[in-house]
């Protein structure tokens, strides 16, 4: 019995001895690959401080931006630098050739580069603005230049008389209505709901939801198999937002919006879809926040910069263009900066 005690005890000293050495190795091999981690993390956060990321043809502006603050609804030949637009390495191919698109909220914002893309491709644009005429005057000249005709329609969307009368001129003018995009929104940052006024409130949802349902309520009898209605959603009305309360809460039903439409409307083969975009150098931003909070503008998202116009217009492009989303109906494209974007 002595001796299986002295094996027993002997035997013992030999495994922890043994497992010793293994867990010396194996701490050994867990500190490389810590060195190698904390390595990578000091890379990444080096190239983090290198400023925004850049995934195209060409350089944007990136923050800080330039301190601006514009009163409603802002002026984009007034704002610096100036929102591009002109997509100029993009290509046309006549994917809308013969088609004729309402853009509300046109004259500038993603409006406009919708507006250009959709006449490069081979479409005649109806541009329908609140009061920007020196806005809406370059985004005619635009669209001409592209070798379409442009019509503009100054008007406020919160009355439904007035989309009413935006589309029968368009189909009047233009001969025929294929696609309607709802762009035209409000918004203003408030940071209490005490401080959110009946008079705010009422504003934000007659322009951003009664105003879309305005304009597709008089725009679908137009409408035939092979049209499209594409809505602006936003980034927003997926995450929320604590300082635009109201805002968040119109792109939300916009997104319930587009996806019900498109149920209804499947059946007269007409699609319905949305665009929900994260930051966008537009006039809508310098005019809702102060100066500092412009500067700043994009910079929490991935790519650490607001998208430019130009950047927003193809994916309105490919949802309008038969060729392109024939598939694809109720669903809301998120362009945001990067996964958590927003």
Not at 65 to 70: E, T
Not at 192 to 201: N, R
Not at 228 to 250: H, M, P, R, W
């Amino acid at each position: 019995m002595a001796v299986k005690k002295r094996t027993g005890r002997w035997s013992g000293s030999r495994k922890a001895a043994g497992t010793s050495a293994a867990g010396k190795k194996k701490a050994g091999s867990d500190r490389r690959l810590q060195r190698k981690a904390e390595g990578g993390r000091q890379r990444q956060t080096r190239s983090k401080g290198e400023g925004a990321a850049h995934t195209g043809a060409r350089r944007y502006p990136e923050p800080p931006l330039p301190k601006q603050h514009q009163a409603k609804p802002g002026i984009e030949a007034e704002l610096r630098p100036r929102p591009l637009y002109e997509a100029e390495d993009y290509r046309g191919s006549g994917k809308l050739e013969g088609k004729v698109a309402l853009i509300t909220g046109g004259d500038s914002g993603i409006g406009r580069a919708v507006a250009v893309l959709f006449a490069r491709e081979g479409a005649d644009v109806a541009i329908v603005y609140l009061s920007e005429d020196q806005d809406a005057e370059e985004t005619r000249r635009a669209v001409e230049d592209e070798g379409r005709r442009a019509l503009l329609i100054p008007g406020d969307v919160t009355d439904s008389a007035f989309c009413q009368d935006a589309v029968e001129r368009t189909v009047r003018e233009l001969g025929k209505l294929d696609i309607l995009v709802n762009n035209a929104a409000f918004q203003e940052h408030v940071p209490a709901i005490e401080d959110i006024t009946d008079e705010q409130f009422e504003h934000t949802f007659r322009t951003n939801i009664f105003g879309y349902f305005y304009m597709a309520r008089a725009a679908a009898p137009h409408l035939g198999e092979g049209d499209c209605i594409i809505n602006t959603g936003s980034v927003t009305g997926l995450e929320g937002s604590k300082e635009l309360l109201d805002y968040a809460s119109t792109k939300g039903a916009i997104h319930a919006f587009t996806k019900s439409l498109a149920q209804q409307l499947l059946d007269r083969g007409i699609r319905v879809n949305c665009v929900a975009p994260g930051p966008v150098w537009t006039p809508l931003n310098p005019a809702d926040q102060d100066a500092e909070q412009v500067a700043k503008f994009g910079s929490d998202v991935p790519m650490k910069r607001p998208a430019q116009p130009e950047e927003l217009a193809p994916a309105f492009v490919f949802l309008a263009a038969p060729v392109c989303s024939s598939y694809i109906t109720g669903e809301v494209l998120p362009v945001v900066g990067g996964v958590g974007g927003g």
